[in-house]
């Protein structure tokens, strides 16, 4: 970050939080869109406000709990319920007071995610205290921007290495993470990689599309992977992506009564796989989870990609298995950072990787694309493995059929008032 846009965020973080906050005074600050685009950060309601149990995030925007957690998970190297209680376990208090606060809690389109996670635990309360703990050491010596994490020392495990140890030495840190990795480059700009790829998809052709559905499958791997003995690979399931330009696609998953992700524009919602469970009922996306969503097919939507991803610069040259790609990197909106991988033959992008901020620190989501095809004149992407770089999670999509040119259904782009029934059960 620039020394400039240091500063606009603090002024920022300033007017957006400007309550009397646990975390503010120690200089924590949510660097994301919300926060930066001060309008938006109103809309979002607090920790406090959505969960039933803060005590060091309050004030923060309630829409960074989830990338949160998760990066602490990641940065553990543990299951959540390393700290939680298993959803269902633990005594919900039983008293009436409980449910009237809950009641009032409820927020329309926020999850409160699993359940029991309010439920106080040890290793709940040393996280709060390592929490107190990264964000004083980052106001005392950082002027409050995230430079030391939970990842900084856990690397992925429960105890950091307090002395040398050989093998921890050195390695292939991933470039963009940590700032190094890969080749400096010069001679290329990032426009010209841009246009480069957008002629070697079809040129014209290629903006000319103006719907595309695509039907396939999509294998999950290393999901549920914190449930222990309960660990299972669920089978592929049937997707169906909807695309239309300028800026709408919906992604159908055929697991359970169907799994949406969709947006039009700037709104984005999703339901879970259960009809009749109330954490599965349509919501809108958060921030991040949009942001990342209008990245994932930089295929139909190229000619957006230089509108959709601002400060693009060329970050530097890496090897893919074996093939020289250059990395230009940017933000969006909502994300704090994206690269782009083309390779340096082709032209083609092969791999996108982005960075959701949560408060103590990024999460990486990675797109690898291949299998390219030809479908009228145009190159598609038939093969693509969508990525939690950092849990390990990952979705592995694999065309069978792709139409172009052809009327979509535009029901599924807009979020519906209940549960879009998609798959009644069976039972
Ligand atoms: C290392 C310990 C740790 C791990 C692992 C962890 N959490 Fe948390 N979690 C906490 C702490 C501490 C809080 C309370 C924060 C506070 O007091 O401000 C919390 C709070 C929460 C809350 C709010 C509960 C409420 O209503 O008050 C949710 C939801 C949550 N965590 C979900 C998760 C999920 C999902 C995961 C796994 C991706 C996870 N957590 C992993 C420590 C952890
Ligand atoms: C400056 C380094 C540092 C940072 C930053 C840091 N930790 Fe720690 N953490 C430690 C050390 C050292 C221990 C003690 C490990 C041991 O007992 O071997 C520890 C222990 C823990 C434990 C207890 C582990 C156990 O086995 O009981 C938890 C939970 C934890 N940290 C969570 C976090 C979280 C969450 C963050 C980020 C908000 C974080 N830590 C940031 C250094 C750090």
């Known amino acids: 970050m620039k020394q400039k846009d240091i500063v606009k965020s603090k002024i920022l973080c300033l007017r957006s939080y400007a309550l009397p906050v646990a975390l503010a005074g120690l200089g924590i600050c949510a660097q994301t869109a919300a926060a930066q685009s001060a309008p938006a950060a109103g809309n979002v309601p607090k920790m406090e406000d959505v969960y039933k149990n ?14 949160t957690m998760r990066f602490i998970r990641a940065s553990l190297g543990v299951a959540c319920t390393w ?8 005594e919900a208090k039983p008293d009436a007071t409980a449910a009237k606060t809950q009641a009032a809690r409820v927020h329309p389109g926020w999850w409160a995610d699993e359940p029991g996670r309010e439920i106080d635990t040890p290793r709940k309360q040393i996280a709060r205290k390592m929490m107190l703990m990264t964000a004083a050491m980052n106001k005392e010596n950082f002027g409050g921007r995230n430079v030391i994490t939970c990842f900084t020392c856990h690397r992925g495990n429960l105890h950091p290495a307090a002395n040398y140890e050989a093998s921890l030495v050195g390695g292939t840190p991933m470039g963009a993470v940590g700032g190094g990795g890969g080749d400096a480059v010069s001679g290329v700009s990032a426009d010209a990689l841009l246009d480069k790829f957008i002629a070697a998809i079809g040129g014209s052709a290629a903006q000319n599309v103006s719907s595309r559905v ?4 999509v294998q999950y791997n290393g999901l549920i992977a914190d449930r222990g003995a309960t660990a299972r690979t669920p089978p592929p399931y049937e997707v169906e992506i909807s695309e239309k330009a300028p800026g709408m696609r919906a992604v159908v998953t055929h697991e359970g009564n169907g799994v949406v992700r969709s947006y039009s524009g700037d709104q984005g919602w999703q339901q879970g796989r259960i009809s009749t469970d109330p954490r599965h009922q349509p919501r809108d996306m958060r921030d991040s989870e949009l942001g990342n969503t209008k990245l994932e097919d930089p295929y139909f939507f190229a000619g957006q990609l230089k509108q959709l991803v601002t400060g693009l610069r060329v970050a530097r040259a890496e090897k893919i298995g074996g093939k020289e790609t250059y990395v230009i990197a940017g933000r ?19 791999r996108m990787i982005s960075f959701t901020q949560g408060l103590f620190g990024r999460l990486p989501v990675q797109l690898d694309y291949s299998d390219f095809r030809d479908v009228d004149g145009v190159k598609v992407p038939f093969h693509w493995v969508n990525k939690d770089i950092a849990e390990g999670n990952s979705f592995t999509y694999q065309a069978d059929s792709v139409q172009q040119n052809v009327p979509v259904d535009e029901v599924k ?7 879009m029934l998609l798959f009644p059960s069976k039972r």
């Open 54 to 67: 803060i005590q060091v995030l309050n004030g923060m925007p309630a829409d960074q709990m989830l990338t």
């Open 83 to 90: 700290c939680h209680v298993e959803p269902g376990e633990g």
């Open 214 to 217: 695509l039907k396939g499958h």
């Open 332 to 350: 969006t909106q909502a994300l704090p950072e994206v690269n782009l991988y083309f390779d340096r033959e082709s032209g083609m992008l092969v």
């Open 413 to 419: 782009f807009v979020r519906p008032s209940a549960y």
